[in-house]
């Protein structure tokens, strides 16, 4: 249980494929690890191990985790086939588990349209089952957004740095109709309207415990 303002000193960050966790969360990582330097972070990707993505997100997360203590470990798994690798994917989970009891973890949306994010959503609860997570949403071309119950508020500084760095570390990505600084900033800026911000990322929750008095 974590308590509704409580100090996260300890992170888990989980993506289906390298970029994910940058694009749906970079903005709150970066800005949690700025305020907090040696804040503990273990990012588990499921797929890209071995490419050149590899190499991105390696960069890109020690460029959105600033000052922290980072671990990063990318797996072999096909993109696009997690439902049938669903074994290796809950033994990954389980061994972070296994060595790590954070305070957050951010991880997909159990919403998402794309099969690897959603597979991934729906195995958090089964290795970190007694943790605050937040489902973070990827814009893209299913249309799939929906309405988000947790905001975490962005600076314009924060925002602009979220969508260079975004724009910096994977040049793999550029070709894509949807990964430019429009749609970044222009999924931000509502979600920066619905909490009262210039800015925002929004994020799932399904389930919270509150301290209120703590």
Known sequence: MIPLAGAVR???????????????????????????????????????GGTGREDEERAALAAFCPGADLDVTVLKLPDGRLPAHWDEAKSALEELRARTDPDLVLAPRTEDAHQDHRGLAQLVPTAFRDHLVLGYEIVKWDGDLGRPNAYRPLSVELAEKKVELLQRHYASQRHRPWYDREAFLGLARIRGIECQSRYAEAFHVTKLTLDLEG
């Open 10 to 48: 300890r992170v888990v960050a989980l993506g289906a494929h390298c970029d994910d966790i940058a694009i749906g969360a970079g903005g709150t990582l970066y800005g949690l690890c700025a305020a907090r330097p040696g804040t503990r972070v273990d990012a588990l990707v499921l797929s890209g």
